[in-house]
């Protein structure tokens, strides 16, 4: 029972952790300016890391420091972080900010869509490795403008760099209304990249 409201827990604090992802992705999307709008993609990471929600790319990273069950926990925030992102995506998709959101989002899903899976499941590790350092740094850097600066410059740098992220591509999907069995398949073999890339670390760490 208490393994099951845990779970609960896990599925409502990964919607939220999507919900600020969303509206980062959203930010990104009405910036033309792309280096300002991956700045300010980097207010849901921010959101979430001091509001303690669920993203799935920035807890797989202590899935060594866990028991088996954290499993479970990551399967729920995932699935959460899919619900939040689409919970924005289909609103916005219902304002007239629609017509420039969708059509930027379409651009940036035909570029995963047109991609070969070796590329996104690499660029899936380089971004959780990013990912992975802004958020261990929030929680031991004990200088209060570094954790924050980690947060911007490892979001913004994943971002420029046309790294993947398998939560904010679940946001652009979900605007350009761009689903199949391949979008699918897409967003598993970016996980499992992200999931690579946020134990590359904490492997390396231990081998020390």
Same mark, same amino acid.
């Given at each position: 029972m208490f393994s099951n409201l845990k779970n609960l827990r896990m599925l409502? $604090?990964?919607? %939220?952790?999507?919900?600020?992802?969303?509206?980062?992705?959203?930010?990104? %999307?009405?910036?033309?300016?792309?280096?300002?709008?991956?700045?300010?993609?980097?207010?849901? !990471?921010?959101?979430?890391?001091?509001?303690? !929600?669920?993203?799935?790319?920035?807890?797989?990273?202590? !899935? *060594?420091? $866990?028991?088996?069950?954290?499993?479970?926990? !990551?399967i729920a925030i995932w699935v959460g972080n899919l619900i939040g992102t689409n919970a924005v995506a289909y609103s916005l998709r219902m304002t007239r900010l629609a017509p420039a959101f969708i059509e930027k989002a379409t651009i940036i899903c035909?570029?995963?869509l047109n991609d070969n899976y070796l590329s996104l499941f690499i660029l899936g590790i380089f971004c959780n490795i990013l990912m992975y350092i802004a958020v261990d740094g929030f929680k031991k850097n004990n200088h209060e403008f570094g954790k924050y600066l980690g947060l911007v410059f490892c979001v913004a740098g994943f971002i420029l760099a046309g790294f993947e992220h398998c939560v904010a591509d679940m946001f652009y999907f979900g605007m350009a209304n761009i689903w199949s069995d391949k979008v699918i398949f897409i967003l598993l073999i970016?996980? *499992?990249? $992200?999931?690579?890339?946020?134990? %590359?670390?904490?492997? %390396?760490?231990? *081998?020390?």
């Open positions: 409502v $604090n990964g919607i %939220l952790g999507g919900i600020c992802i969303g509206i980062g992705g959203a930010f990104f %999307l009405a910036i033309e300016n792309k280096v300002i709008g991956s700045v300010f993609f980097s207010l849901g !990471l921010f959101t979430i890391c001091t509001r303690q !929600l669920g993203l799935f790319t920035g807890r797989v990273g202590y !899935l *060594l420091d $866990n028991d088996l069950h954290y499993i479970f926990e !990551l035909n570029a995963k970016i996980t *499992l990249g $992200n999931i690579a890339g946020g134990l %590359l670390i904490p492997i %390396l760490e231990r *081998l020390k």
